[in-house]
């Protein structure tokens, strides 16, 4: 180790134990602990929220963490979301971002990000094209593999027995957006309602 690094880390020793015995205003404390408290009971709130709204039961990723049913993803389900992303918006942006401690300064912005890209897909109705080339609402539900538990499997044939709803709430919504000219371009998809056909044969070739 160098002498220079060593006198340097003194240094930044010195600086540091200074720097402790300097304490910060009792009021600023306040106003730090009570924003990051407000922050975090906000986000904390949201996310459970957002689980309950997709239909997941832990935290586990996939199929795993699903719960037994299909989330709604009809048009009054969808307001329903914009109005709670709206009014979650409005309430971080009343939390002052200055009074935030650095690391909730960052957890802050993160947040409006999301917030404002959820809110925007809402408000554009993007749900209103549920597929494209390579990705369709109806292989959702198709394990990749079995489950560890029997709690899973019985939420999966919970989903299973939602799959009619959940089809129609998705057809209508195409069809809103074929209405408005929303949707992929026809190129694009060609060939892609070959995907579906296994899941209405009644046999083992059924994924």
């Known amino acids: 180790m160098s002498k220079s690094f060593v006198r ?9 134990s200074v720097l402790v015995l300097v304490p910060a205003p009792a009021e600023t404390q306040r106003d730090t602990n009570s924003a990051d408290a407000r922050l975090r009971a906000l986000y904390t709130e949201e996310w459970n929220w957002r689980r309950q709204e997709m239909a997941r039961r832990s935290e586990q990723p996939g199929e795993e963490g699903a719960t037994d049913h299909f989330p709604r993803v009809n048009a009054a389900a969808q307001q329903a979301r914009l109005a709670y992303w709206t009014r979650t918006l409005a309430t971080l942006d009343s939390i002052p971002l200055d009074d935030l401690s650095p690391e909730e300064k960052v ?8 917030l ?11 749900y209103e094209a549920p597929f494209n080339s390579d990705t369709f609402f109806w292989t959702d ?5 079995g489950f560890a538990t029997v709690s899973g499997y019985r939420a999966y044939l919970g989903r299973l027995r939602d799959v ?10 195409m069809r809103a957006g074929l209405a408005r000219g929303f949707t992929v371009p026809r190129v694009s998809v060609v060939g892609r309602d070959k995907t ?10 059924n994924p």
């Open 8 to 16: 340097c880390t003194l240094s930044s020793l010195v600086v540091c």
């Open 107 to 114: 957890n802050a912005q993160v947040f409006r990000a999301s």
């Open 141 to 145: 539900f198709t394990p990749r593999e």
């Open 116 to 126: 404002r890209a959820f809110s925007n897909d809402l408000k554009f109705r993007i």
């Open 196 to 205: 579906i056909e296994p899941y209405v044969n009644g046999d083992a070739a």
């Open 164 to 173: 009619p709803r959940y089809f129609d709430e998705q057809i209508a919504n």
